[in-house]
């Protein structure tokens, strides 16, 4: 039987256990990458593990997300990042440079090679063909001292395209249809792979905007061969020598296949507040509109800036619209200054925004009060965008820039003819925002300037052999980690300093949540199904251990939240019957008796409920790998007791 593309990049990375679906494999890890929110703490526990130099073929340091300085935070953070880049062998990405995802597709990816990164959409990379997945930063820190990063070996999706996009169609429209069948938890504990004729009509950022917002569905990652039109992109960016073809078998067998025809799609949006709550516009109606924000890692690209250009040339933006624009790269930006795509925003009333996520991450641009927002953006979680009863619908860029004129979500198919747009034959390529690390016989005279806000790692404890303590919250399905561990501008100058952010754990669903957890010193947190939905961000799982969450019991888990969780010696739980999440409510003791004798016993777990008198059984999905991490309190010091 022949294999897909991602099965056979996979197999040539497997370092340990066999490529049987559910069960667990390493993988070598060839290229990382991280930013600066998760970046921190990614790189304190990189040399927690003391390891001199990187020993992956390329790791990569950005910063990207806190790029808002209202406080001497993030300066310290992008300051210590850098130092620690010098000395340990990681290339430098500075402030300006661009948003990870878009930059590494760029300018260092390279198909049928893995990497991981510190950040959810790290699956962006899928779209010339790498196995990009995303992590908690603590599994970075491992891959980056050469250790393996572990999988569930998934199950493969197969999307066949077939057909060509409509004029004014977007790839964005492409992945929405995809959400919009699957589900934001469609794609846990699969990857999904593109393949058919229509691959071929899709250009390399159209496939980037693709795999990047298959982290919406909860998937592994995605990817898409690289073939002819992946092999002129990177010739494009100079960097031809680093291509190969790659595709699937053609006798490939794929666990499932979505059929979808490109040219019976049509302009669509996610809704508020779920990425997979899509509708067509027609049948969202021509709602008004208060904001427009074009960019983040999912629409920045240079084709989107042309696109977006080309709809805002000689027109004004709608006097009851703020629209901001926030190229992805610097490359991006210093080609439509170039050409004079940027003229045409500016001139439109656009406000430019540096290229990083910005809004997208509520560094800025929160919306008025209920105020409506369309977003070329990934996520639209309730609260994400800084303010709380923002209503915001995720679009294409060509949606969005159509909109802004008009003042009301529009159809930009209402335009008529559209031009052909194209990629230039050889991109601007300046790589001076990369600062190379210093050569080895140099890094140890390399000083690493820390700030005062950098915080060493929560304290973490062995598994207790009996966990007896109260249900601090209770909560519903697809909690996110924005719930969990809200970012937004404010609070992200906390990433380095876990008990700082700690006070804000679980906020967005009830504020009194850190005091109480706190006051109870240890306690169990309840949630329903896809728990821990969306960001890889390792704070969601480091709060809750320092405000003393011993497990978590839910329906089931997100991926990376999981992994995470039990990286931080967090018991991740889910109910064997989902009936006993309705006999839980907050403030019930529960027991757990022996529970390291349970956990080594098998995969069941008997939980008592002291208020109600009743057990329950839950199952602990895990590998013996994790069972030995959490026996230890954590990966950082299974790490450290093994070598
Ligand atoms: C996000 O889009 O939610 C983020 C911010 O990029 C996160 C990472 C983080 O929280 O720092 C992600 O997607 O992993
Ligand atoms: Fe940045 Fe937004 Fe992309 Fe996250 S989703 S990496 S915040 S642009």
């Known amino acids: 039987m022949g294999k897909t593309l991602a099965q056979k990049i996979l197999d040539a990375h497997i370092v340990e256990g066999a490529p049987v679906k559910g069960s667990e494999v390493a993988l070598k890890i060839d290229q990382t990458l991280t930013q600066d929110a998760t970046g921190t703490m990614a790189y304190l526990e990189f040399e927690a593990m003391g390891i001199p130099r990187v020993k992956t073929e390329r790791s990569v340091a950005y910063i990207d997300h806190n790029t ?3 406080g001497f935070e993030n300066a310290d953070d992008h300051r210590f990042i850098g130092s620690v880049a010098k000395k340990h062998g990681i290339y430098f990405s500075r402030p300006g440079n661009g948003i990870c995802h878009q930059v590494h597709l760029e300018r260092f990816g390279i198909p049928g090679k893995t990497l991981i990164g510190s950040d959810s959409h790290t699956p962006t990379c899928g779209g010339i063909g790498m196995i990009a997945i995303g992590a908690g930063g603590l599994d970075v820190a491992v891959a980056m001292g050469g250790g393996a990063y572990y999988i569930t070996y998934p199950e493969i999706v197969g999307v066949k395209l077939t057909g060509k996009l409509s004029p004014w169609v977007a790839a964005k429209d492409v992945i929405l249809e995809v959400l919009r069948i699957l ?31 298959g982290a919406e569905l909860g998937a592994t990652t995605s990817i898409f061969p690289s073939d002819e039109i992946t092999r002129s992109f990177m010739k494009a960016q100079k960097r031809d020598a680093d291509w190969t073809a790659l595709s699937a078998d053609e006798d490939a067998e794929y666990d499932k296949i979505i059929e979808i025809d490109l040219s019976t799609l049509v302009p669509m949006a996610a809704c508020p507040h779920s990425p997979d709550n899509v509708k067509t516009l027609s049948e969202i109606g021509k709602i008004k509109i208060d904001q427009v924000c074009i960019g983040s890692c999912t629409n920045s690209s240079l084709l989107d800036m042309l696109k977006v250009a080309y709809i805002l040339d000689g027109k004004t933006v709608h006097p009851d619209v703020s629209l901001s624009i926030a190229p992805g790269s610097k490359q991006v930006l210093n080609m439509i200054s170039k050409n004079g795509a940027l003229a045409k925003m500016i001139d439109s009333g656009a406000r430019i925004l540096g290229s990083a996520c910005g809004p997208c991450i509520g560094m800025g641009q929160s919306p008025n009060s209920g105020g409506i927002s369309l977003r070329t953006f990934n996520r639209n979680f309730e609260g994400r965008s800084g303010t709380k009863d923002g209503q915001i619908y995720l679009v294409s860029p060509e949606v969005a820039a159509y909109s802004a004129i008009v003042g009301y979500l529009a159809d930009p198919r209402e335009i008529g003819e559209m031009p052909a747009f194209t990629l230039p034959e050889v991109f601007d390529i300046n790589d001076n925002m990369v600062t190379l690390p210093a050569c080895e016989s140099c890094a140890d005279s390399v000083e690493i300037l820390r700030g005062p806000n950098i915080k060493p790692y929560p304290e973490t404890s062995p598994l207790a052999d009996r966990i007896e303590c109260s249900c601090s919250l209770k909560v519903g399905d697809n ?14 100058p906390l990433r380095s300093n876990i008990p700082a952010i700690s006070k804000h754990c679980f906020t967005v669903c009830d504020p009194d949540f850190p005091a109480r957890a706190e006051a109870m010193g240890q306690s169990i947190v309840v949630g329903g199904a896809n728990y821990g939905q969306g960001s890889s961000r390792e704070h969601a799982a480091l709060a809750p251990l320092y405000l003393g969450v011993k497990a978590v019991i839910t329906k089931s888990f997100a991926r ?15 109910f064997k019957d989902e009936k006993d999440y309705d006999r839980i409510y907050q403030g019930d003791v529960l027991v757990i008796e022996n529970a390291r004798e349970q956990i080594k016993a098998g ?34 010091d299974y790490v450290k007791e093994n070598n």
């Open 603 to 636: 995969s069941e777990i008997t939980v008592l409920n002291k208020n109600t008198g009743k057990q329950f059984i839950c199952e602990l999905d895990v590998s013996d790998r994790q069972k030995a991490m959490l026996f230890a309190g954590g990966l950082l």
């Open 560 to 574: 990376i939240h999981k992994a995470n969780l039990v990286n931080a010696g967090i018991l991740p739980l889910t």
């Open 183 to 213: 589900s934001v938890k469609g794609g846990v504990g699969r990857i999904i792979e593109y393949f058919g004729e229509g691959v071929s009509t899709l250009s390399v950022p159209e496939r980037a905007t693709i795999t990047n917002m």
């Open 479 to 492: 909690i996110t980690t924005d719930h969990i561990m809200p970012a937004g501008a404010k609070i992200l």
């Open 68 to 70: 808002l300085q209202s």
